[in-house]
């Protein structure tokens, strides 16, 4: 008679040997819910630039509005902002290129905090460097945690975060937000 056998902490499989996947945990499902809310509503007030969704302005008047703050041509640097706040968003939201999708929200929001009308972070009255503050806070955190299991980058070595996808989200964020800052203003 052989005694009972212990499962084996590694699987093997056509790779070879492997960590066995560990369950989903509270940890996965805390940062989902991040992924979904820094992403959809970074997703939102992109589509609101580009499409009028949801009580935007739409492209050309947004357009117009950027003109005003010095973004010249408006129309191009409004559907700058608007098509990386749609893809980094959603990128967040379903965990797909989160390095990237991070980085496309950083720079976006270093252009928002550069032309914020205060800066304060807790304001009174209107939209001011905190609200773009957030967001690039909270892409950069999911960058660096990772997206987890709950998400398209699951399979990816990026899944876990680490140094490199945040330093890659931070240093392409930054250097994207800055050259958009210094050739439109």
């Known amino acids: 008679m052989t005694p009972p056998t212990q499962h084996s902490p590694l699987s093997t499989g056509a790779l070879g040997t492997r960590p066995a996947p560990r369950p989903v945990g509270a940890a996965d499902v805390g940062v989902l819910l991040l992924r ?48 990386s706040e749609v893809l980094g968003g959603l990128g967040l939201a379903v965990g797909l290129l989160t390095p990237l ?21 807790w304001p009174a009255g209107p939209p001011s460097f905190a609200h773009p503050l957030l967001f690039a806070v909270g892409a950069l955190a999911i960058a660096a945690v990772g997206p987890g299991r709950l998400s398209l980058d699951a399979f990816f070595p990026w899944r876990d975060g680490g140094w490199i996808p945040f330093l890659v989200a931070l240093g392409l964020g930054v250097l994207g937000g800055v050259l958009v800052v210094l050739f439109a203003l």
């Open 101 to 121: 999708a991070a980085a496309a929200t950083v720079g976006v929001m270093i252009n928002a905090m550069a032309v914020a009308p205060e800066y304060s972070l």
């Open 36 to 83: 979904l809310a820094v992403g959809l509503i970074l997703a939102g007030h992109g589509a609101q630039k580009l499409f009028g969704m949801f009580g935007g302005p739409g492209l050309d008047a947004t357009g117009k509005a950027f003109a005003q703050q010095g973004y010249e041509p408006g129309v191009f640097f409004a559907g700058l902002a608007g098509a």
